[in-house]
């Protein structure tokens, strides 16, 4: 058996690599250039660094995270997609919700709604019927499911979505579906709704099984692909894992088969991350920030759980499967700068991505990133990545001179300054988006920097936002990685049954759950989890009678059987106060959805504890560099991380170099290392109030 445990996440700059030793818990880090053409040639280039050693390094575990699924549904890169809906509801998919998203959007007078993926000449209508209440109105007409089935045929479609009416309650009508498209087109894959998302709401869960038929079939090429060339490498392990939006990781076959699910499998990982961080450390209240090449993605932790949301928007699209409540922005180390016609300096959207990369890189790229402002500033050295990839200060000097600076009348630090300035107020407004939007004292939170760009900004945010410190993980360059090796395999099961609580009997609802307790276990067992390892949390979507949401609140059947409704109703009514500042304790109350989490738990990942070794932390400044910071350039001691010990403590302005990432303390701020070697900074303000 192999000793060792792989993650791979992949960026849109960098594929970033974690080998844990589980018996000497030793990690060691990779990062390398992604290959946007075919992702999977990063992963085994990294994953070939680590078999150097042979069969004494056998890999027992590996985990992904992937943007394949992302980038295509936002690249509109998907496969032909075919669309088979109830006779007369055809409109549904086009009239969407009616209404124009929140934000930007909603002011703006261009406003157009995303391309439909399957379009309307790619949309079928079949004949049968199942009301609300799951009874047979109509019998399923097989010949006008043959005849729509040939129609999707002319249009070459190499995958099918079938979201009929009510199918959540009753699934005969699409499961026959299924067969007779397998019989006529069986190279085509089929997606349907009440095996995707068998849940309440037509557009959302409409939505949804378009999207996983969109993508479907290249994810699971993909990871086919991924599989077939890990194996010619040497990695035989059947532990292969993609991590989920939901926090959770999936078999490379059941993430072939959902590839909705799969949407925010990067951030996931750095999330997850941040949660044991959170526990390990004893900080309560966290905000990860996870800053990459290409995007920023923030997400608010409480009590060492993140948040988790029962759908979302990507790009437009409405995706109703259960995800961590992640926001992300155009923000990254490879943001483009520009000046407009009208001499506004703009960071973002576009990314210069790995190819041609940031300026600095001298890969192609001439247009200014936030990477090029940053090495301008003097926080960058000119060798990053542990001595293995350098950067040109005068390429990216040239850069920022010739497309910001000249255009806007400044020195070229200054203008390097505004960039920064400008992306750090971008991310700052996400936090406060998931912070103060929803009534939270960011003054109560750390925030816990990491991805290759992260630790370089997270200090001045966290000044500028007046938050009580940040933490600065000990590989933060590759946190998102680690935290593929901290997720246990998760798999969602939600039946939606409206319902008054009142008119429901414990029987009932111990049934229901039973069925979905029974569902998970099996999946989880066929992945080879044992009663011991295996986890299940039962909850109930609920609402007071004539909202248009819902909350989800945790139940057991103990808590059913012994202490009934009247707990459920409690506990509703308190997480509805805690949520949104006031409840309605003598309103109705209605269940909409029973959902079941299964989790299949993995090994858990230990750090190692350090202990002091007694070195001085003068011995840990190897250089000084000068750096833009608000009293303009200030000679700054560099400090190498590997050296930094246990206990030391620096004041700012320090720069901290390290392989996979830079982390810069700005002046008057205190960092201390702790006992994981985690870096803590601690903000001016926090300083002068003691």
Do not use: W
């Not at 309560?284 to 948040?307: H, N, R, W, Y």
């Not at 200090?459 to 410190?469: E, F, P, Y």
């Not at 008057?668 to 903000?683: E, H, M």
Request: aromatic letters at 6%.
């Amino acid at each position: 058996m192999g000793r060792f445990r792989v993650s791979v996440d992949t960026g849109g700059t960098f594929t970033d690599f974690v080998l844990l030793d589980e018996e000497t818990r030793e990690i060691e880090i990779a990062k390398i250039l992604s290959s946007p053409h075919d992702p999977s040639v990063s992963v085994i280039e990294g994953v070939g660094n680590f078999l150097v050693e042979g069969d004494s390094r056998a890999i027992s575990y590996f985990c992904h995270g992937t943007t394949v699924g992302t980038n295509a549904l936002l690249e509109e890169k998907g496969v032909t997609t075919g669309l088979l809906v109830t006779d007369g509801f055809r409109g549904i998919y086009e009239i969407m919700e009616q209404a124009r998203p929140h934000g930007p959007a909603l002011f703006d007078l261009e406003y157009d709604k995303p391309a439909l993926l399957a379009p309307e000449s790619r949309t079928g209508e079949v004949v049968g019927r199942f009301d609300h209440q799951g009874s047979e109105l109509i019998a399923l007409d097989e010949e006008s499911v043959r005849a729509a089935v040939d129609r999707l045929a002319d249009e070459d479609v190499e995958s099918i979505a079938v979201c009929l009416l009510f199918s959540y309650l009753r699934p005969e009508h699409e499961r026959r579906v299924r067969e007779i498209i397998a019989e006529k087109l069986p190279e085509v894959a089929v997606s349907l709704s009440s095996d995707v998302l068998p849940q309440i709401r037509e557009y959302p869960r409409l939505s949804t099984t378009v999207i996983n038929a969109y993508l479907q079939p290249i994810v699971a090429r993909y990871l086919a692909n991924l599989r077939s060339r890990l194996t010619e490498l040497g990695v035989t392990t059947p532990q292969t894992y993609v991590m989920q939006s939901n926090g959770g990781t999936s078999t490379f076959e059941k993430a072939g088969e959902k590839a909705a699910a799969t949407l925010l499998s990067g951030p996931a990982g750095g999330v997850t991350a941040g949660a044991r961080l959170s526990r390990l450390t004893g900080i309560d209240k966290v905000i990860t920030f996870d800053m990459g090449g290409t995007s920023c993605d923030v997400a608010l932790i409480e009590g060492a759980q993140p948040g988790l949301s029962t759908g979302g928007v990507i790009s437009g699209r409405h995706v109703a499967l259960p995800a961590l409540d992640i926001d992300t922005v155009s923000a990254g180390g490879g943001t483009l700068a520009s000046v407009d016609a009208q001499g506004v300096l703009n960071v973002g959207p576009d990314s210069a991505g790995s190819v041609p990369g940031p300026a600095c890189y001298s890969r192609g790229g001439t247009r200014p990133t936030v990477t090029d402002a940053n090495l301008v500033l003097g926080y960058l050295g000119s060798s990053r990545l542990g001595g293995n990839f350098g950067l040109d200060i005068d390429k990216a000097r040239e850069a920022v001179r010739a497309e910001v600076a000249d255009k806007l009348g400044l020195d070229v630090v200054e203008a390097a300054k505004g960039i920064v300035d400008v992306v750090n107020i971008q991310m700052e407004e996400a936090i406060r988006g998931i912070s103060t939007a929803r009534g939270y004292d960011l003054r109560d939170f750390v925030l816990i920097g990491f991805g290759g760009a992260g630790p370089v900004h997270a200090a001045a945010m966290a000044q500028d936002l007046h938050m009580a410190g940040v933490l600065i993980p000990a590989h933060p360059g590759v946190l998102s990685a680690l935290g593929l090796l901290m997720a246990d395999v998760q798999h969602d099961h939600v039946r939606s049954h409206l319902s008054d609580l009142s008119a429901l009997d414990v029987a009932t609802v111990t049934s229901i759950v039973d069925d979905l307790s029974a569902a998970a276990r099996a999946e989880l067992e066929e992945e080879g989890f044992t009663e011991a390892t295996i986890q299940l949390d039962p909850s109930l979507d609920m609402r007071y009678k004539g909202q248009g949401y819902e909350l989800r609140v945790p139940v057991t059947k103990v808590m059913l059987q012994e202490r009934g409704f009247g707990a459920v109703r409690k506990a509703f009514d308190v997480e509805h106060q805690e949520r949104f500042g006031h409840s309605a304790p003598d309103e109705p109350v209605e269940v909409v959805s029973y959902r079941m989490t299964g989790r299949g738990v993995v090994p858990e990942v230990r750090l190692v504890e350090h202990q002091a070794t007694g070195r001085a932390v003068e011995d840990a400044v190897v250089g000084n560099r000068p750096a833009r910071f608000a009293e303009g350039m200030a000679d700054t001691p560099i400090y190498a991380r590997d050296l930094l010990d246990v206990g030391h403590e620096f004041e700012g302005p320090a720069i901290v170099d390290q392989k996979d990432t830079t982390v810069v303390v700005l002046p008057g701020q205190k960092a201390r290392v702790d006992a994981y070697l985690n870096i803590f900074i601690t903000p001016v303000q926090q300083e002068e109030a003691r």
